[in-house]
C-alpha cells in the first residue's frame, strides 16, 4: 500500500510555471506506475500524464505535450510534474496516482489507479 500527499499548487498567471510534488509513503515506490489528473469543477477527472516504474516511459494527454513533464525520483519516493506555459484552461486540482505494475504499460484512465493523493488546487489566472 502506498499512500501519495501532492503539493506544490498555488495561484500563477498566464504563461506561468508551476511544478507539482508527490510525496509516497510506503515500501517499494519504484514497483508503481505513476499518473497524474486533474479536476476542474463540473466537469470529470481527467488524464494529464504518466510515468512508468523506472520512469524511462512517459505519456501525456494532448492537451499537456510540449506544456509539461513528468518526472520521478525514487531514491525520494516522489514523483513531479513540472507544467509551464500555463494556461487559465489548466486550472483544477491536480491528483497524482499510483498502481502497482510488472510492466512498463502506462494507464490513461482514472479506475486503473489504486491510490490517490488528496490533490492540489492549481489557479491559472488571465
Known amino acids: 500500500q502506498v499512500q501519495l500527499v501532492e503539493s506544490g499548487g498555488g495561484l500563477v498567471q498566464a504563461g506561468g510555471s508551476l511544478r507539482l510534488s508527490c510525496a509516497a509513503s510506503g515500501r517499494a515506490f519504484s514497483t508503481y506506475n505513476m499518473g497524474w489528473f486533474r479536476q476542474a469543477p463540473g466537469k470529470e477527472r481527467g488524464f494529464v500524464g504518466a510515468?512508468?516504474?523506472?520512469?524511462?516511459?512517459?505519456d501525456y494527454a494532448d492537451s499537456a505535450k510540449g506544456r509539461f513533464t513528468i518526472s520521478r525520483d525514487n531514491a525520494k519516493n516522489t514523483v513531479y510534474l513540472q507544467m509551464n506555459s500555463l494556461k487559465p484552461e489548466d486550472t483544477a486540482v491536480y491528483y497524482c496516482?499510483?498502481?502497482?505494475?510488472?510492466?512498463?504499460?502506462?494507464?490513461?484512465?482514472?479506475?486503473?489507479?489504486?491510490?490517490w493523493g488528496q490533490g492540489t488546487q492549481v489557479t491559472v489566472s488571465s
Open positions: 496516482a499510483a498502481v502497482w505494475s510488472l510492466s512498463g504499460v502506462l494507464h490513461v484512465t482514472a479506475p486503473s489507479y489504486s491510490y
Open positions: 510515468i512508468s516504474r523506472s520512469g524511462d516511459h512517459t
